[in-house]
T-cell receptor, first 114, second 114 residues
Framework: AQSVAQPEDQVNVAEGNPLTVKCTYS??????LFWYVQYPNRGLQFLLKYITGDNLVKGSYGFEAEFNKSQTSFHLKKPSALVSDSALYFC????????????FGQGTELSVKP | DAEITQSPRHKITETGRQVTLACHQTWNHNNMFWYRQDLGHGLRLIHY???????NKGEVSDGYSVSRSNTEDLPLTLESAASSQTSVYFCASSQLAGSADTQYFGPGTRLTVL
């Protein structure tokens, strides 16, 4: 069965420091991987996705994610965190024969303090 | 601008009542999805549709139904609302059947069943 794990419920970072939000997945074959962000009382906004090719994917708002096939991970990163990055982040996976269905992790609350 | 809207944004209902949540998208996307968001569970797929007259059950479909009579709309019906269905509901859409396609989310409906 496909699954996604976000091992940290909350990540706390000081403004200006690098941030990492972790995601590991379990899916047969080569997956498509996604990151979404949710601000309070809002819907999910797409950040970036991995389809194939370069393992480092760049997305919106200065975020990037690194696909590591051997570790089955897709960690979200940003070199310098902003207070406005504080939000709930979701990792999602889709197997290549699963049509349009996404499987989501449980989410990680990112808090960036000044 | 094309968008995806949900109504109502907030709804309070009583146990046993039938409730319908609306989802409307103006992107002319073929695929539409309904998810529920609960603490500790991330987003879980309820139902989805790949086109007009097509509907499919997701991970947590019991007690819910959908119908797709046109491209733009996928209403979600709770046949007899239960307290366990108190949640935030998100609608999403995507253009292609291909698995790399990005899903775009509506703003959500917060449903409380008393």
């Amino acid at each position: 069965a496909q699954s996604v794990a976000q091992p940290e419920d909350q990540v706390n970072v000081a403004e200006g420091n690098p941030l990492t939000v972790k995601c590991t997945y379990s899916v047969s074959g080569n997956p498509y991987l996604f990151w979404y962000v949710q601000y309070p009382n809002r819907g999910l906004q797409f950040l970036l996705k991995y389809i194939t090719g370069d393992n480092l994917v760049k997305g919106s708002y200065g975020f990037e994610a690194e696909f590591n096939k051997s570790q089955t991970s897709f960690h979200l990163k940003k070199p310098s965190a902003l207070v406005s990055d504080s939000a709930l982040y979701f990792c999602a996976v889709r197997g290549r024969n699963q049509g349009g269905k996404l499987i989501f992790g449980q989410g990680t609350e990112l808090s960036v303090k000044p | 601008d094309a968008e995806i809207t949900q109504s109502p944004r907030h709804k309070i209902t009583e146990t046993g009542r039938q409730v319908t949540l609306a989802c409307h998208q103006t992107w002319n996307h073929n695929n539409m999805f309904w998810y529920r968001q609960d603490l500790g569970h991330g987003l879980r797929l309820i139902h989805y549709s790949y086109g007009v007259q097509d509907t499919n059950k997701g991970e947590v479909s019991d007690g819910y139904s959908v119908s797709r009579s046109n491209t733009e709309d996928l209403p979600l019906t709770l046949e007899s609302a239960a307290s366990s269905q108190t949640s935030v509901y998100f609608c999403a859409s995507s253009q292609l059947a291909g698995s790399a396609d990005t899903q775009y989310f509506g703003p959500g409906t917060r449903l409380t069943v008393l």
